[in-house]
């Protein structure tokens, strides 16, 4: 479960790790009340499962601070422990990614500038991990592409991976460079990984720009996805 809290210029998230557990959840719920301005935020699931009494380290390349360096995950009676970070707001999207004691990554998140700005600030609810994903495509197009991102690299077929890289290149969405880098990469997922994060990275048209051409090329996939065709400013 990830929350961010905005405190003037700096943005304070705190992600939670737990063993899936209504009791566990119900303790952050009641932690978070006591952070004034707390918004839960609608994060990714891990692609595989994460092993208990592993350890666990958070690397936020923007943060002044995170604390503990580490967490063990384990069952807990109290509330689960926690990352607590402080970040710079500087106008960039905000990048994490979780390791495990074995230096593997095994969870990567990026929290768009103007979704966490917009969310964050707001008063109105938001959606958390684990909820139905139809709910958290309501939102910016950078949002609906975010919360498809582990179906859609567990989904994408690699022609069409190919051709969704020329058509982000047609529409300069991409660079020649940026495309050669990607085309190298041999394996199928991680290959989709690298385009929606590269993607995610540029902003809001750019991410409308990816669900038409998805659409265009695998309309089944869009539909197994539930993300639609968005206009995009000429």
Request: proline residues 5%.
């Given at each position: 479960m990830l929350y961010l809290t905005v405190k003037k210029q700096t943005l304070v998230p705190r992600l939670y790790l737990f063993p899936s557990n209504p009791g566990q959840i119900q303790a952050v719920e009641q932690q978070e009340i006591k952070f004034q301005g707390s918004k839960r935020f609608p994060n990714t699931r891990p692609e595989q499962?994460?092993?208990l009494k592993s350890y666990f380290?958070?690397?936020?390349?923007?943060?002044?601070?995170?604390?503990?360096?580490?967490?063990?995950?384990?069952?807990?009676?109290t509330t689960p422990s926690f990352f607590k970070a402080v970040v710079k707001m500087t106008?960039?999207?905000?990048?994490?990614?979780?390791?495990?004691?074995?230096?593997?990554?095994?969870?990567?998140?990026?929290?768009?500038?103007?979704?966490?700005?917009?969310?964050?600030?707001?008063?109105s609810a938001v959606l958390g991990a684990g909820g139905p994903v139809e709910s958290s495509r309501t939102g910016s197009t950078?949002?609906?592409?975010?919360?498809v991102r582990t179906e859609f690299v567990k989904r994408v077929s690699r022609p069409v991976l190919n051709e969704l890289l020329d058509g982000l290149l047609q529409h300069t969405v991409i660079n020649q460079e940026e495309m050669e880098s990607v085309k190298v990469i041999a394996e199928r997922a991680e290959k989709a990984r690298v385009?929606?994060?590269?993607?995610?990275?540029?902003?809001?048209?750019?991410?409308?720009?990816?669900i038409n051409l998805l659409g265009e090329l695998d309309h089944c996939l869009c539909s197994q996805l539930q993300i639609n065709s968005v206009g995009v400013p000429t």
């Open positions: 499962s994460f092993k380290r958070l690397n936020i390349p923007c943060s002044t601070s995170i604390n503990p360096p580490r967490i063990h995950l384990i069952h807990r009676d106008g960039n999207d905000i990048e994490m990614e979780l390791f495990s004691d074995d230096e593997r990554t095994v969870w990567k998140e990026i929290v768009p500038t103007d979704d966490y700005i917009s969310d964050t600030c707001s008063t950078k949002l609906q592409l975010r919360s385009i929606i994060d590269m993607v995610l990275r540029k902003g809001t048209e750019s991410c409308s720009r990816m």
